[in-house]
Structures are given as C-alpha cells and as structure tokens.
C-alpha cells in the first residue's frame, strides 16, 4: 500500500505537483522496505528469517538514500530558502521541517551503522531493536510529507509571487533519480 496525501491537497502549481510526485516516489520506495519492518514488529520471523530479512532491508534503505537526499537538497536549498525571505527561517515550519531532516538522517544513520558488516552475532531481539530504527525513520518521513503537503504548499501559493512561482518550477525541474 502506498502511503500517499496526494488527495488531501489538490494543486495546479507546476512546483508544488513536482514535489508532490516526488512525495509520491518516496512513499513508494519505502512501502518495500516498511513491509520488512512491520515483519519485524509482528515477529514473523525466524532468527534465519530475520538476518535474510535484514539484509534485504538495508539493501532497500541504500537505495531509498539517494533519491530522498536528493528531495531534501531541494527543499533546503531552493524552496525553503523562497519562503524562507518572507516567513523567516529561525522558526515555525521551515525550521522545523529542517529539523526533521536530520532526525530522519540520524534514525537512518543508526540503522545502517548497526547493520554494517556481519550480522551473524546479532540476535533476533537486536536484529528487532535496530529495525526500530526503520520503522521511527518511516513514520517521521510520513508525517513529514503530510506537514510539507498541508502547510508549506498553501504557503507557496499565498506567499511567493507569481514569477517566484514560476522560478521554483523551474529550479525543481530536475530528477531525484
């Protein structure tokens, strides 16, 4: 199932469309691996299960870091910075949606450090304590969108001219791929 808020915010903005589908691959690339978390917190594995299963997650979260750095880098370096002149950065959603960036990098960042190497001498309980890690990172990055989608997106259409508008299209024209 693919987490998306594509119907709770309906917009003709080239820009904000942009980001939305990016929302939309991101979602779509984390469903794989959640799927192995939520395994995890139903404890349907097997300590076998488990380390196979684990390899395939991290696997999947390599492949989502690329594409989500690329999204962030989009966001801190040309949308947050528009909004950024007329609501300020020192506060409030651009503050806060920066913020969660780094939470999401740092629950991702445990993970992968704790699954580096062999994880032959990882129990099953440990192999559960670190998918945590996924699973926090999943549910921050969900809500994430849902505050991009529902506070900053109205905040481009009220806030940014027409011509600004047009300018973030275009800087956000590039692929996350």
Same mark, same amino acid.
């Given at each position: 199932?693919?987490?998306?808020?594509?119907?709770?915010?309906?917009?003709?903005?080239?820009?904000?469309?942009?980001?939305?589908?990016?929302?939309?691959?991101?979602?779509?690339?984390?469903?794989?691996?959640?799927?192995?978390?939520?395994?995890?917190?139903?404890?349907?594995?097997?300590?076998?299960?488990?380390?196979?299963?684990?390899?395939?997650?991290? /696997?999947?979260?390599? +492949?989502?870091? #690329?594409?989500?750095?690329? &999204?962030?880098? %989009? $966001?801190?370096? @040309?949308? =947050? *910075? !528009?909004?950024?002149?007329?609501?300020?950065?020192?506060?409030?959603?651009?503050?806060?949606?920066?913020?969660?960036?780094?939470?999401?990098?740092?629950?991702?960042?445990?993970?992968?450090?704790?699954?580096?190497?062999?994880?032959?001498?990882?129990?099953?309980?440990?192999?559960?304590?670190?998918? /945590?890690?996924?699973? +926090?990172?999943? #549910?921050?990055?969900?809500? &994430?969108?849902? %505050? $991009?989608?529902? @506070?900053? =997106? *109205? !905040?481009?259409?009220?806030?940014?001219?027409?011509?600004?508008?047009?300018?973030?299209?275009?800087?956000?024209?590039?692929?996350?791929?």
């Amino acid at each position: 199932m693919i987490l998306t808020t594509a119907n709770t915010f309906k917009n003709d903005l080239p820009a904000l469309r942009i980001l939305e589908n990016e929302h939309n691959y991101l979602s779509y690339l984390m469903d794989g691996w959640h799927a192995i978390v939520l395994g995890f917190e139903r404890d349907i594995y097997t300590e076998e299960e488990a380390r196979e299963a684990i390899k395939t997650l991290r /696997k999947l979260i390599v +492949e989502f870091i #690329e594409p989500f750095k690329n &999204h962030t880098e %989009k $966001e801190e370096g @040309i949308l =947050f *910075p !528009m909004l950024s002149k007329y609501i300020g950065d020192e506060q409030g959603p651009i503050m806060a949606l920066e913020e969660e960036h780094e939470e999401i990098d740092a629950y991702i960042g445990h993970f992968l450090h704790h699954t580096l190497g062999d994880m032959g001498a990882l129990s099953l309980q440990q192999m559960k304590d670190v998918v /945590k890690d996924a699973g +926090e990172a999943f #549910e921050v990055i969900i809500i &994430h969108f849902v %505050k $991009e989608q529902s @506070i900053v =997106f *109205p !905040m481009v259409i009220n806030t940014l001219r027409i011509t600004e508008q047009d300018q973030l299209a275009e800087e956000l024209h590039t692929s996350i791929i």
